[in-house]
């Protein structure tokens, strides 16, 4: 079992930055490729970004590249969005996510572990 709990939203000005964490529990985080998620008022679910256990591969959507890096502590169990650039139709809550094994998924029906979310607002 993995809890994640989010931290780092917040509201900001289009162009600005913010950088969301994921702490997860357990002893096992670098056997789970860890992902990044969000949804929007009334959209679904939408894959953001997603790493490998050993950091090595990543993932991101068309939307959020040159604009997102997503990295990982092992040693702290905490998976990063760094979010650059950002823009009005980021808006949105962001969902972190684990799956254990090595494939870098995009589906979100491929994670197991959800955190609670965090809102992340962008004003024009």
């Known amino acids: 079992q993995v809890q994640l709990v989010e931290s780092g939203g917040g509201l900001v000005q289009a162009g600005g930055s913010l950088r969301l964490s994921c702490a997860a529990s357990g002893r096992t985080f670098s056997s789970y490729v860890m992902g990044w998620f969000r949804q929007a008022p009334g959209k679904e679910r939408a894959f953001v970004s997603a790493?490998?256990?050993?950091?090595?591969?990543?993932s991101y959507a068309d939307s959020v590249k040159g604009r997102f890096t997503i990295s990982r502590d092992n040693a702290k169990n905490t998976v990063f969005l760094q979010m650059n650039s950002l823009k009005p139709e980021d808006t949105a809550v962001y969902y972190c996510?684990?799956?254990?094994?090595?494939?870098?998924?995009?589906?979100?029906?491929?994670?197991?572990?959800w955190g609670q979310g965090t809102q992340v607002t962008v004003s024009s």
């Open positions: 996510a684990a799956r254990q094994g090595t494939f870098v998924a995009v589906e979100s029906r491929s994670y197991d572990y």
């Open positions: 790493i490998s256990g050993g950091g090595g591969r990543t």
